[in-house]
């Protein structure tokens, strides 16, 4: 077990400075540097909350699709593979869903304010309620 604070918490540390302190003093290159720097760490901190559970449903899914086992990497290639050679396409059932449940995850990662991502996740949900 670690000391405090977590590893979350020293992130938002660090985007509260870049953000509130650092940022407001600068201008031009410095200003957009920080901004980056900051956006950053708001996606490992994300990554931080959220990877664990995404893998393990992402895994989930693809052993069900591909009705085999693997690591996550392996049963990826294993979907690359199917789908190249035409054995899965997006009328086999349950891959569309796959594909837009895993990428819901990542753009919630890496972009979660992008308004078409919040779109999609309201169609998705709604679809899958």
């Known amino acids: 077990m670690q000391d405090e604070p977590t590893p979350i918490e020293l992130l938002d540390a660090v985007i509260t ?3 509130d302190e650092l940022m407001p003093e600068l201008s031009g290159r410095s200003a957009f540097l920080t901004r980056v ?3 950053a760490c708001d996606i490992v901190r994300r990554h ?3 990877a664990a559970g995404y893998d393990a449903a ?3 899914r693809l052993t069900a699709l591909l009705k085999t086992t693997g690591t996550l990497e392996e049963l990826n290639r294993e979907l690359c593979t199917r789908i190249e050679q035409g054995a899965m396409t997006l009328d086999t059932p349950g891959l569309t869903d796959h594909l837009w449940a895993t990428t819901i995850e990542k ?3 890496d972009q979660p ?3 078409p991502y919040r779109r999609a996740l309201k169609t998705f949900q709604a679809k899958n309620s």
Do not use: F, G, K
């Open 58 to 60: 992402e895994m989930a």
């Open 113 to 115: 304010q992008y308004a």
């Open 107 to 109: 753009v919630s990662v």
């Open 17 to 19: 400075y870049l953000r």
């Open 48 to 50: 931080l909350e959220n």
């Open 37 to 39: 720097s900051a956006n």
